[in-house]
């Protein structure tokens, strides 16, 4: 089996679970941290061409990280690719489970099970808070509608304030994210490296939880650990 992700967390799932499998990643797969694979570009602008070469036998994407338009290149050149869409940490087990058979695993890998007990196991949150969940700036574009990561912060009691906006992630102009008047505001490190330097000093007054964005928006081995880091830094952030 030969196959190329075009997903980070993708990348790392089946790297961890299938070594020698992957064929090709991208640019911005770093896990593990000893990958070494042919590189074929970026999430949204991958190298066609350079995939077609390495003759895979699937592709493996997702419907929010990549680009239709590649996806359709790719089946065009007819290779087989397969799409996630992961919007929740339910869908999020069910898709790896998906990906991992796809790529030839025979069986659950142990990290998905643990991670799978870690997350049905987690207790009701003991209090509720609000937060801004900014994932750019320049401009401000903040967790909007139907997010993976808007619903691991549910399970984990912090209900982010555009939840219920029409857009999945829209861009809203600072003085409006103020205005929202949070209980906190949430400050990953990916897609956008927000730092104690580069992003709260434009929340003056309000509490901000620097987290770990892959802990937030992965999908893959990281699951597991995610609910006790996240918590951590959470708890660490108090009005």
């Known amino acids: 089996?030969?196959?190329?992700?075009?997903?980070?967390?993708?990348?790392?799932?089946?790297?961890?679970?299938?070594?020698?499998?992957?064929?090709?990643?991208?640019d911005w797969c770093d896990r593990?941290?000893?990958?070494?694979?042919?590189?074929?570009?970026?999430?949204?602008?991958?190298?066609?061409?350079?995939?077609?070469?390495?003759?895979?036998?699937?592709?493996i994407a997702n419907e929010e990280e990549n680009r239709a338009p590649d996806l359709a290149a790719l089946r065009a050149a007819g290779l087989a690719v397969l799409v996630t869409?992961?919007?929740?940490?339910?869908?999020?087990?069910?898709e790896l489970d998906r990906v991992l058979t796809a790529c030839g695993a025979s069986g659950r890998p142990a990290w998905l099970a643990e991670a799978e007990a870690v997350w049905a196991a987690l207790p009701e949150p003991a209090e509720r808070r609000t937060a801004v969940v900014p994932v750019w700036r320049r401009p401000w574009t903040v967790l909007g509608r139907d997010t993976f990561a808007g619903d691991v912060l549910a399970r984990l009691g912090?209900?982010?304030?555009?939840?219920?906006?029409?857009?999945?992630?829209?861009?809203?102009?600072?003085?409006?994210?103020?205005?929202?008047?949070?209980?906190?505001v949430v400050l990953p490190d990916e897609p956008y490296r927000f730092t104690a330097?580069?992003?709260?000093?434009?929340?003056?007054?309000?509490?901000?939880?620097?987290?770990s964005g892959r802990h937030l928006t992965w999908y893959g081995p990281s699951l597991a650990r995610a609910p006790r880091v996240l918590a951590a830094a959470l708890r660490a952030a108090r009005r």
């Open 1 to 26: 089996m030969r196959v190329v992700s075009l997903v980070p967390s993708l990348t790392e799932a089946v790297a961890v679970t299938l070594p020698g499998v992957l064929a090709g990643a991208t």
């Open 32 to 59: 593990p941290a000893d990958l070494d694979v042919a590189r074929i570009g970026g999430t949204k602008n991958p190298d066609v061409d350079r995939i077609v070469s390495l003759a895979p036998d699937l592709v």
């Open 85 to 94: 869409e992961v919007r929740t940490v339910p869908q999020a087990l069910t």
């Open 158 to 184: 912090v209900d982010h304030a555009y939840a219920a906006h029409s857009e999945r992630y829209p861009r809203v102009p600072l003085h409006e994210l103020r205005a929202a008047d949070p209980d906190l």
């Open 197 to 211: 330097d580069d992003g709260p000093e434009a929340f003056p007054g309000l509490p901000c939880a620097l987290v």
